[in-house]
Nanobody, 126 residues
Framework: QVRLVESGGALVHSGGSLRLSCTYSGFTLEGPAIAWFRQAPGNEREAVSCISDRDGTRYYDDSIKGRFTISKDNTKNTVYLQMNNLQPEDTAVYYC???????????????????WGQGTQVTVSS
């Protein structure tokens, strides 16, 4: 079955960096869209970034542009989220989700992603 496993979350000070990983398995389809969402306590799960093989699309929410970078290693079935200059407002559980069809497009809508990992906690202290 489809499985997504996030890792890399930690407690860091403001201005610090982390790299999150999302390792996926259970399918052989080429070209899915894989996204990072985050959910802070009391808030909705919101899109942060997405990468698609359809046309090399990379999507970034305005709140993280210039600080976060998404990348993908197809040989390791892993998507990364490099997070620099972290701020307390970045504190959340970070989830990766996948749109599992051929040459899927990125979407910032949670309902468009039927498969999710368990999440990894990122805490940024001021």
């Amino acid at each position: 079955q489809v499985r997504l496993v996030e890792s890399g979350g930690a407690l860091v000070h403001s201005g610090g960096s982390l790299r999150l990983s999302c390792t996926y398995s259970g399918f052989t389809l080429e070209g899915p869209a894989i996204a990072w969402f985050r959910q802070a306590p009391g808030n909705e799960r919101e899109a942060v970034s997405c990468i698609s093989d359809r046309d090399g699309t990379r999507y970034y929410d305005d709140s993280i542009k210039g600080r976060f970078t998404i990348s993908k290693d197809n040989t390791k079935n892993t998507v990364y989220l490099q997070m620099n200059n972290l701020q307390p407002e970045d504190t959340a559980v970070y989830y990766c989700g996948i749109r599992l069809y051929y040459r899927a497009e990125c979407s910032d809508l949670r309902v468009q992603y039927p498969y999710w990992g368990q999440g990894t906690q990122v805490t940024v202290s001021s």
